[in-house]
C-alpha cells in the first residue's frame, strides 16, 4: 500500500514551509480565500512558492476560481469547493461530487479551516477519486480516522496551529508521527 498523503494548509512564512519539507509533508497550500486568517498576499506567495520549488507540492486553495486566479498556473495544484477547468484539480466538498472525471484529489471538507471535527458519512468511501480527508484533525485523532476510514489523505491546518494562522512546529511534528508513525532510525 503506498504512503499516506499528508498536505499541511495555510502555511503563511518560509520558517513554517521550512518545517513542513523538514517534517516529510507532501505539500503545502497557500491559501488565497479573503477572509481567511491564513489568506497570503500575492508577494509572501511567490516567495514561499521559489523556496516550495521541487521540495513539496504547492496547492492554491479558494472556494472559488476567481480566488485563485493569481496563483493558480504558478502551484501544482489548485483546490476549490466548486468545480473548475484548471490542469490539476483538487475538488473539496461536505456533500459527494456530482462527477469525479479528471479529478486529482477529492477533498472531504466540511470545515473550511475552522478545525472542527464533524462524523464522516459512510458515503465517502463510494467516491471514485483520490479521497483526502480533511477538517478537525489534530495530533490526537488523526490515527484513530486514518485507522478508521483508510483515506488515501489528509489534510489539516487548524490542528498544527497555536492560533489561528501561526502553524507550530511540535504540532506539526506529532500530527505527521502519529498520522504516518514514528520514522525508523538510521
Ligand atoms: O483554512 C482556511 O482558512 C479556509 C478557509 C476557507 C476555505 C477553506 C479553508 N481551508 C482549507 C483547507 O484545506 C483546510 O486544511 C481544511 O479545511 C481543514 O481545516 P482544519 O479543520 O482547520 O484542519
Known amino acids: 500500500m503506498s504512503e499516506l498523503f499528508v498536505k499541511v494548509c495555510g502555511i ?34 511567490r516567495e514561499l512558492l521559489v523556496h516550495a520549488n521541487g521540495r513539496i507540492q504547492t496547492f492554491a486553495v479558494g472556494l472559488t476560481l476567481d480566488q485563485v486566479e ?37 477533498f472531504y471538507d466540511a470545515s473550511h479551516g475552522t478545525g472542527t471535527f464533524s462524523e464522516i458519512p459512510q458515503w465517502v468511501h463510494d467516491v471514485d477519486a483520490r479521497f483526502v480527508l480533511a477538517g478537525g484533525l489534530n495530533p490526537g485523532n488523526v490515527a484513530e480516522v486514518v485507522e478508521q476510514y483508510h483515506p488515501d489523505g489528509i489534510d489539516v491546518s487548524s490542528g498544527v496551529e497555536s ?8 504540532l506539526m511534528k506529532s500530527f505527521i508521527e502519529a498520522a504516518r508513525g514514528p520514522k525508523p532510525r538510521g
Open 12 to 45: 503563511t512564512t518560509v520558517e513554517q514551509l521550512e518545517w513542513a519539507i523538514e517534517l516529510g509533508y507532501d505539500a503545502m497550500g497557500l491559501m488565497c480565500a479573503p477572509h481567511s486568517p491564513r489568506l497570503v498576499d500575492i508577494g509572501t506567495a
Open 70 to 106: 493569481p496563483l493558480k498556473d504558478h502551484v501544482d495544484t489548485v483546490q476549490l469547493y466548486e468545480s473548475a477547468e484548471v490542469k490539476s484539480l483538487a475538488l473539496a466538498s461536505d456533500t459527494p461530487p456530482e462527477s469525479t472525471e479528471g479529478l486529482e484529489y477529492w
Open 163 to 170: 492560533s489561528p494562522g501561526t502553524k507550530d512546529y511540535a
